[in-house]
């Protein structure tokens, strides 16, 4: 058999979602949120049919709900890898970075540095970039190359200083997939004496997170990247977490992670992010251990070898097609590819695809500075992003439909 015969069963994937079944469409938009298998659904609806009050343990309701927090925080932590005490919930990874920003800016002052990239997404550079100059602190940017669209240790290293408090910087580019060598960053952060905030949305949707691995001191993610409800989340090391004081209200819980949650949280929403993580954990194959992070990480391995099979059959087709130039060339890559054709806007190529009922939306996905960066200025270029539930007719759908718009 070859190489690069499809091994994972595509097919049984599609049918737990509706979407799919119902829409007609080939959708490559998951980059900007995947679409949502019924057991999620199912698990919402749950939640809100089923006894539910606040946290407590005295009713049916309050311990419903109560159950539905610890189980949640549980599956992020076995997503994380990290302990179900540092998982945080917030109203989405942009909230939840702008809270982190304010909190560890109290400590900042004039001569205090943030490293941010060029590469990220904008919710992983202003909340740095405004908490910064709030407190009278100095940006310095750290650039990645436009012509491979990596950005490498190195371009970080070299902004690095003694006076640097913080480094952010992202897993894997919501715009290009662009993945750094976020380990070897986080040894030259840490040896400046920085903390390192890690971006890991769109990184989340296509690798197991490690956080110990990756060497990072927080990190944010959004299960609706991952097939889940739409919500952030943040953790981090524990004793760091213990030792920071965000704004909150003064009866609210003083204890981590409940500190850094503002308001009574949305349990329909844990409920389902539960369940998307049990999905997943629910792909990999049957020889995966018994253990839910075990599971974990060999779906994730299954889904990346069935994504990465699909993207280079379309870096191959893309190839193929005239006036068509692609901007993801990194070494190390997420199933997501950035291109432009020559004098169609990104736009109107992704309007001409949507005629064929293809979803490849076009935009600079608020990586505007990765965007600017690539010479693409604010109108960025046309995404194909991959997801766990594509397959190969929406790869020739894809194909066919684009070469009907350059012809």
Not at 76 to 100: C, E, H, I, K
Not at 145 to 162: F, K, M, N, Q, Y
Not at 190 to 216: E, M, S, T
Not at 348 to 362: K, W
Request: glycine share 8%.
């Amino acid at each position: 058999m070859s190489s690069d015969a499809p091994t994972f069963d595509v097919a049984a994937v599609r049918a737990h979602f509706p979407a799919l079944l119902t829409s007609g469409w080939a959708r490559f938009d998951a980059p900007g949120g995947t679409q949502t298998p019924a057991p999620v659904v199912a698990a919402m609806a749950e939640a809100l049919t089923r006894p539910l009050a606040n946290r407590g343990r005295v009713t049916e309701g309050q311990r419903n709900a109560d159950g539905i927090v610890v189980e949640a925080r549980r599956a992020m932590g076995d997503f994380l890898n990290t302990p179900a005490s540092t998982v945080v919930f917030g109203r989405s990874a942009t909230q939840l970075v702008y809270d982190l920003a304010r909190t560890l800016a109290k400590e900042w002052g004039p001569g205090d540095e943030v490293v941010v990239t060029r590469l990220d997404h904008d919710s992983n550079i202003r909340p740095w970039v405004q908490a910064a100059e709030a407190a009278g602190a100095t940006v310095r940017w750290a650039d990645f190359d436009p012509a491979t669209g990596e950005l490498r240790p190195e371009h970080v290293g070299a902004v690095l200083s003694p006076r640097t408090r913080l480094v952010a910087v992202t897993a894997a580019s919501n715009l290009n997939g662009a993945r750094p060598d976020v380990p070897a960053i986080a040894a030259l952060a840490h040896a400046a004496g920085a903390l390192l905030h890690v971006d890991a949305v769109h990184y989340a949707a296509h690798v197991a997170v490690d956080l110990p691995g990756l060497g990072a001191d927080t990190l944010v993610c959004s299960p609706y990247k991952f097939l889940g409800p739409h919500l952030g989340v943040l953790t981090g090391r524990a004793e760091l977490l213990e030792s920071l004081h965000p704004d909150k209200l003064l009866p609210s819980s003083d204890a981590v992670p409940e500190r850094f949650e503002l308001g009574t949280l949305p349990y329909e929403l844990l409920a389902a992010t539960r369940a998307a993580v049990d999905f997943l954990a629910g792909l990999a194959p049957v020889t995966a251990g018994p253990g839910r992070r075990e599971r974990l990480v060999a779906a994730f391995e299954a889904t990346e070898e069935h994504e990465d099979r699909l993207r280079r059959r379309i870096e191959e087709g893309l190839a193929k097609l005239p006036g068509v130039t692609l901007h993801s060339r990194a070494g190390l890559r997420t199933s997501t590819l950035l291109f432009t054709v020559d004098a169609i806007p990104a736009a109107e190529v992704s309007l001409r695809l949507a005629e064929h009922r293809v979803d490849a939306p076009a935009s600079s996905f608020y990586a505007l500075e990765a965007s600017r960066h690539l010479g693409l200025g604010d109108g960025g270029g046309v995404r194909v992003g991959l997801a766990p539930y594509n397959d190969d007719e929406d790869v020739d759908r894809l194909l066919a439909a684009l070469g009907q718009v350059l012809r």
